[in-house]
């Protein structure tokens, strides 16, 4: 038996961090969420819900690893205010996303001393930054991954995380029919989220938010439902809220998506991602 795996959402925001009253429900963090096993942590992009996460890791001595989707800032802005990196002697591995053949690691390169008051050398952690595949390395660590390429400006990266008979996705950022060439049709990425128990995927525009954000890189949250219902999977969480989006407007959006699947695929159980919102998978 798979010991059981603690999956768990600290920012669901996308593009810019959003604190106020009117999106405190949700949450105004950018991307975050975190698997565990045994102990074991790995985070998944360091937005600003990576701050929340650390606080929960901080005096524990189980090594932390964080892989990162891609290398927009509402995906990495978060990392130097990850309080295990200042903790002496405890081990984070980092893995960057694989631009060309760029091998920088954009954790560190942004605590530059210009954009950040601390630089790598001064962090207390032993933190190595990984340039393997990820997927190979962290299988050896106890979390099966499997690597999807999404339709994003700039690249970007999905995942599945397996646990036993159990399954995850997490897409955050991939907009289902860009208006050039795409890194990944339709159809491949419904047979890659077949079946999944939980999907976690990128609902940030909606129809009315076109054509002024065609290309932006997101999807409208239509083409979600559509990709949900076509993959079998069991539940969708609607992610990377819009920074504009209140809350009310979220709840509204949730409300439509839960009413389109009660009619036409009533199996999909739908929410809005909200920040502290947990699965044991």
């Known amino acids: 038996m798979s010991a059981p795996m603690t999956v768990k959402l600290w920012g669901v925001r996308g593009s810019i961090p959003a604190p106020g009253l009117e999106t405190a429900y949700y949450g105004g963090n950018t991307s975050c969420i975190s698997a565990e096993i045994d102990g074991k942590v790995l985070a998944f992009d360091a937005g600003s ?95 099966r991954l499997t690597e999807v390429p999404t339709n994003h400006p700039g690249g970007c990266n999905g995942y599945r995380i397996e646990n036993g008979d159990r399954s995850l996705i997490y897409i955050p950022d991939n907009e289902m029919q860009p208006p050039g060439e795409k890194t990944i049709e339709f159809d491949a990425l419904a047979d890659f989220c077949r079946d999944v128990d939980v999907l976690i995927h990128d609902a940030q525009y909606l129809p009315e938010d076109m054509p002024q954000k065609h290309g932006w890189g997101h999807s409208v949250v239509d083409h979600v439902l559509e990709l949900a219902a076509a993959a079998r999977v069991k539940q969708l969480i609607l992610f990377h809220h819009d920074p504009d989006r209140t809350d009310a407007a979220v709840a509204e959006i949730e409300k439509n998506a839960r009413e389109w699947f009660a009619a036409n695929c009533p199996e999909v159980e739908c929410s809005a991602a909200r920040e502290g919102m947990e699965f044991i998978l």
């Open 49 to 143: 819900g990576i701050r929340l996460l650390g606080q929960t890791l901080m005096g524990k001595e189980e090594p932390i690893y964080v892989l990162i989707t891609h290398n927009h800032w509402d995906h990495i802005q978060g990392f130097p205010f990850f309080l295990p990196v200042y903790q002496p002697g405890r081990r984070v591995y980092m893995f960057p996303y694989r631009q060309a053949k760029s091998t920088l690691c954009t954790l560190l390169e942004q605590m530059d001393g210009s954009h950040f008051p601390v630089t790598p050398e001064e962090l207390l952690s032993r933190h190595e930054c990984i340039l393997d595949d990820p997927v190979e390395y962290l299988g050896k660590q106890g979390f």
